[in-house]
């Protein structure tokens, strides 16, 4: 059945009343594909703030949780607001505690203290632990419901904890180790399976533990889980105590987000907090119009540029026609090492430390890139514009201007995009702002000095 169709069949059951119908059907779906369809049914208005706390009651209790969870912020404050007292206790007691955090970081003030009202002591201190740390660090992406054991355990005892403890927490998948609260090991269920029940932990357990501090930043965190496969990475503070753990479902969402953030970024536009149908028209005015000042005042130069070289342009109108193809190649070859860059920086692939290396590798393509176009460029002016258009007034020289100006701003523009995200990285800037639209400016203006240049200096023109 299309997704379409279920959703109308869903509102229709809400609508005539049959909930045990509904709540049957809801029972066979997973929490993400239920939060969708609660999504998109409330995005085109066919159910409103009354329905949605309906449609969302006749959920049972542990799918209720999960459901929620999936939600967009803006459905989960109509939720809780909507919510009496038992009902929120309800389902922020069937929530993980990071999964809590999540949800609290996105509501209001007033939201947040029926929150904190809803949980026991205990849960708000540890809310309020997550919550103290840096927003872009793995302590505040980390969830503190883990299985820790002590090395003196048997096999049999982490399996009695386990069976005990184990519904509550994130994962069971691995057990960690810790003496005086400092980790010293882990466990995988499959070690202990493998092992008798007489095995003691600390002979069964796997020491060379490969753990995070609290204030790395999460996004190396999520990279670091990906390179070495885990489904999850222990979290310690300064003095090795185990603090926490960060799953691999938060490393999704975090390298989500980076990734959407990036590409914002990349195209200059502010990063947003909602999703494009769930901003207005004035938010996405904000977020454009600061980079797009920006770049048209920083386009000045360009302007500068061309109007010191007006004489030579009027003495050799035929230059005027390549500025277009010479500007637009720059940009394009900026903006494909910018991009590369970047993303070996994302993926912790280059460093600083590699940028002669990296300038070195992007010498030799931009000398192989300009070379190709200049080699096509020249015949293309004297093939297509010159005889085929008839334009007497391009010579092979004009056509040598373009062609070695051709060379020397690809040259250029590589050496721009190749260099400007490392020292972005460097001086601690995101180097996704040194994308696209910021290259493209400074190489149109280096590629058209290139070219005036070159033409005065080739066609011996007064400046």
């Known amino acids: 059945m299309e997704e379409k169709e279920l959703e109308l069949q869903l509102l229709d059951m809400l609508k005539n009343r049959q909930l045990k119908k509904l709540r049957s059907v809801l029972d066979t779906l997973e929490p993400a594909d239920i939060a969708e369809m609660m999504e998109n049914l409330y995005d085109d208005d066919e159910i409103g703030e009354d329905d949605l706390p309906r449609m969302f009651r ?3 209790k542990d799918l209720a949780a999960d459901t929620f969870i999936e939600m967009n912020p803006d459905m989960q404050e109509v939720l809780i607001k909507a919510f009496t007292d038992k009902e929120l206790h309800q389902v922020m007691d069937d929530m993980f505690v990071d999964d809590m955090v999540d949800v609290i970081e996105e509501m209001p003030a007033n939201v947040v203290s029926r929150m ?17 740390y840096p927003e872009d660090s793995a302590g505040s992406i980390m969830t503190i419901e883990y299985i820790d054991l002590n090395s003196d355990m048997t096999v049999k005892d982490a399996f009695d904890k386990i ?15 810790t003496e005086n609260k400092k980790l010293v090991g882990l466990v995988s269920i499959r070690d202990l399976l493998l092992n008798p ?22 996004e190396e965190v999520a990279n670091a889980l990906s390179k070495y ?3 999850a990475l222990p979290v310690v503070d300064k003095e090795n105590r185990l603090v926490g753990i960060v799953t691999v479902d938060d490393a999704i969402d975090v390298l989500t987000e980076e990734a959407t953030e990036d ?3 990349m195209a200059a536009i502010t990063p947003s907090e909602h999703p494009y149908l769930r901003s207005s028209v004035f938010e996405i005015w904000k977020q454009r119009i600061p980079w797009l000042m920006l770049l048209m005042i920083s386009a000045t130069f360009t302007g500068m540029i061309i109007t010191k070289f007006e004489d030579a342009l009027s003495v050799h109108v ?11 190649t720059g940009g394009n070859t900026g903006s494909q090492a910018s991009v590369t860059i970047i993303r070996g920086i994302s993926l912790g692939d280059i460093e600083f430390s590699d940028i002669l290396a990296v300038i070195w590798k992007e010498f030799r393509v931009s000398i192989l890139c300009g070379l190709s176009l200049a080699v096509v460029g020249f015949g293309k002016i004297m093939l297509v514009d010159r005889l085929l258009m008839g334009n007497t007034s391009i010579s092979v020289i004009v056509a040598a201007v373009v062609s070695i100006s051709l060379v020397f701003t ?5 050496f721009v995009g190749c260099t400007l995200p490392l020292f972005a990285k460097k001086l601690g800037f995101d180097p996704a702002v040194m994308a696209s639209p910021f290259i493209t400016t400074i190489v149109d203006a280096l590629s058209l000095l290139i070219y005036m240049n070159v033409a005065v200096l080739l066609l011996h023109i007064n400046v």
């Open 229 to 231: 496969d885990y489904t």
């Open 263 to 265: 590409i914002e970024k």
């Open 197 to 218: 029940y007489e095995a003691r932990i600390g002979d069964i357990m796997e020491e060379d533990v490969i753990s995070v501090m609290t204030t790395d930043d999460r």
């Open 318 to 328: 035929a230059l005027t026609a390549f500025i277009p193809m010479l500007m637009d």
């Open 58 to 60: 006749v959920l049972p």
């Open 410 to 414: 690809i040259m250029i523009a590589k």
């Open 163 to 177: 069976r005990k403890e184990g519904e509550d927490k994130e994962t069971i998948n691995v057990c960690y180790v």
């Open 116 to 132: 904190l009202k809803a949980v026991d002591n205990e849960t708000r201190r540890n809310i309020n632990t997550i919550l103290n």
